[in-house]
């Protein structure tokens, strides 16, 4: 929550508009999910498959209103009120287009099967694979991190565990079980790339107030200044 003009005073306080979360937000989620099992003697077989298409949407806050870093309470007051409107440590925005898109595609599909080998014991053994397909990334980006998302083809995940019942009391249970799996990314990363890509439509800026055309507190910027 918060409102006006994001503010940091250095090791004192922040407040104002949040500077690091978009001012629109919109997420779509379509899914198609099933899983079929199969009982066949001491077998549990069973299949299943996962198809996610997830599109976003975001406006970012930095657009419209740039984050400034004081010292002190004293220059941040002396900017205030006019008397030093450069007393700022460092000031950050990102001009060009505010608004931003992008999609992903998540993949998984699995085979298992539950057998009973013997009245005493049990085992479980099955592989599944995922493929996330990321949004795609910004390759006029000059940062590294926003060129190019690494999509892995080889999440291939085997499964096994056993249950064995210790004599015939059946009152000891053995139990051991081992596997790999993949955990999708969470998407805030790739979201964070790309709205802070620096590209030709989206160039940040993040100086201090020594070049020309940097703003008076409190303005904001329409373009990248001269010599940053």
Partial sequence: SGNGQPIRITGVISFGTPFDIPAG???GILQVIDNVSWIRGSHAFKVGGDIQ?????RQAQEIFSGSYTFPTIAAYLAAKDGSKPYGYTSFA???GTPNYSFSSKLFSVFAQDDWRVTSHFKMLYGVRYDLYQYPTAKA???FSYSQHFAISKTNI???LGIVWSIGNSTRSVLRASTGIMYDQVLLGAYETALE???ASDRPATCCRPTPPGLPHFPNCLRGVPPGT
Avoid at 53 to 57: G, I, M, N, T
């Fill in 53 to 57: 298409a997830v599109s976003d949407w």
């Fill in 157 to 159: 995940g085997p499964r």
């Fill in 196 to 198: 802070k890509n620096g």
């Fill in 93 to 95: 925005q990102t001009v």
């Fill in 140 to 142: 006029d980006s000059p």
């Fill in 25 to 27: 937000f919109r997420q």
